[in-house]
């Protein structure tokens, strides 16, 4: 199978500081990779580079296409950044409160990405609205309430609602659990489980959970110091951790 | 049954040859674990080998290197996947992940409960991945629930609360569901009474005539006398 993305010696300084250094990943069509580490590892500033919100100080990152060219970000201007961002790629920030517009109805959050795709009648935007507020577990007759009268978690639903709703090929992620009681966060990641699994979707999520990332996918990439220490399947890396930091990691988690 | 190896004219399916494992504790004064040493093995379409050998000896870990849950040290782990010899030591993730979907099963004792996931789903699941549509799964998802008597009541409760037994069952379920042609059981039976003990052997033997290589580990001798057809066995590594 093709690869859907390709990161090659991906690296982002802040500066003199290291964000996140030679980095380099494949991730397949429908394949969820977790990137885990403390905080201050590199793991949202290497998200973030990926999805070209952050400028690669060197390195590359390149996109397969529908049409199956492939798409190299550093030839892309602002623009062209911005169309795969609003029509190919997804992203899902930690608080919600930075990924929706708190001032307009829940209904016209998630209608929002569609109309930027063209899709003007009112109806049927309500009625999509609708259904995916029914999806992540909201009830749709609170489509026309602001955000800001929802709770942590479901703010947070709304985000993936609004997110998935022109069916991206490829989702970022980061934290997306983090800060919800643990009742909603299992709500959450069953949620994103399903709708990766239905939709297909590729999608590359940072977690410090590990029990997340075990949860949720195949392969996981290890990260201290902005590099990447460890990778390969998620159950190998947690049973049998190779680095002494990841095996600092894994023996650190507190097991029920 | 016999202990020793016997000349077998099925296709080997999966190769073993100087294989090792060793474990390096960094955070533990860097201790150095051997567990497994020099092991050769070859497998064969429809036989049943069961590793034999007290507690410690590495069995478990054996069937966790096969299945590239842990990092090989040493030697090869060769397995018959889509028709060619694939080394799983130096497959890429991708690989070891498409071999396991189609080629490779392996149940454990215990259930990993996925919060919120009815049991039916559950089974169904390593069925869909493998490409099979939504309701053809959950029917044969609720066949094999049937058959290992799990109650019908329980298939849309997620079993994060059901008996040490019944999650046992589901997990059987689940690792069965699809016909892979090599599976790795390890003590699949442990917390089974004597009825559902008997219908997993009658599914193992189902599976061996089909064809299905086994590698397991039965703690039970009745049950290692109904379905092994070959021991393995295995020692302790002398602490150096």
């Known amino acids: ?49 990926v999805a070209a919100q952050l400028t690669a100080s060197s390195g590359s990152v390149r996109y397969h296409q529908r049409d199956d060219s492939w798409l190299d970000l550093n030839e892309l201007d602002e623009a062209g950044r911005r169309r795969l961002a609003r029509e190919e790629w997804g992203f899902v920030t930690q608080n919600p409160r930075d990924g929706l ?22 109806g049927q935007l ?26 942590g978690g479901m703010q947070q639903r709304l985000q993936i609602a609004r997110t998935l709703v022109t069916q991206p090929r490829l989702v970022f992620m980061d934290e997306p659990t983090a800060g919800l009681d643990v009742s909603v966060q299992a709500r959450i990641l069953d949620l994103l489980r399903r709708l990766v699994n239905e939709l297909g979707l590729a999608a590359v999520m940072v977690t410090h959970d590990l029990a997340v990332a075990r949860l949720l996918a195949a392969r996981t990439m290890v990260m201290q110091g902005g590099r990447v220490v460890e990778t390969g399947l998620t159950d190998q890396i947690l049973d049998d951790p190779q680095h002494p930091y990841t095996q600092l990691l894994v023996s650190s988690v507190l097991t029920t | 049954m016999t202990a020793s190896t016997t000349t077998n004219h099925a296709l080997p399916m999966l190769e073993l040859r100087g294989l090792g494992k060793s474990f390096e504790l960094h955070h533990q004064d860097d201790t150095h ?16 080998v069961v590793l034999s050998g007290p507690s410690g000896a590495g069995k478990s870990s054996l069937l966790r290197v096969v299945y590239g849950n842990y990092r090989t040290s040493r030697g090869t782990v060769r397995v018959r996947h889509d028709g060619d010899w694939l080394d799983l030591t130096e497959a890429t993730p991708h690989q070891v992940l498409d071999v396991r979907r189609r080629t490779l099963g392996y149940v454990s004792q215990f259930l990993r409960v996925i919060p919120r996931v009815p049991a039916l789903d559950v089974v169904a699941g390593p069925l869909v991945e493998a490409g099979a549509h939504v309701e053809e799964a959950r ?25 040490g037994g019944e999650q046992q069952r589901v997990n059987i379920a689940r690792g069965l569901i699809v016909a892979r042609p090599l599976l790795l059981l390890d003590e699949p039976t442990a917390s089974l009474d004597g009825g559902n003990r008997d219908v997993v052997a009658e599914l193992l033997q189902e599976a061996s005539a089909a064809g299905t290589a086994v590698l397991g580990i039965f703690h039970d001798d009745d049950m290692r006398h109904r379905v092994a057809t070959r021991l393995f066995p295995m020692r302790q590594l002398s602490i150096a």
């Open chain 2, 33 to 48: 674990l051997d567990v497994l040493s020099d092991i050769d093995l070859t497998l064969h379409a429809g036989e049943c």
């Open chain 2, 139 to 163: 029917d044969r998802s609720s066949a094999l629930l049937r058959r290992l008597n799990v109650p019908e009541r329980l298939w849309r409760l997620p079993p994060g609360t059901f008996s």
């Open chain 1, 126 to 151: 309500r009625a999509i609205a609708k259904g995916w507020l029914e999806r992540v577990e909201i009830d749709p007759a609170r489509v026309d309430d602001a955000p800001t009268s929802f709770s």
């Open chain 1, 1 to 49: 199978m093709s690869a859907l993305l390709q990161v090659r010696g991906l690296s982002h300084h802040y500066g003199q500081r290291v964000g996140c250094q030679d980095v380099s990943f494949d991730l397949h069509p429908g394949e969820l990779l977790c990137i885990v580490g403390e905080s201050g590892s590199g793991k949202s500033t290497l998200l973030k580079t």
């Open chain 1, 101 to 122: 517009r708190l001032n307009v109805s829940a209904g016209a959050n998630v209608a929002e990405r569609l109309m930027a795709k063209g899709m003007r009648n009112y």
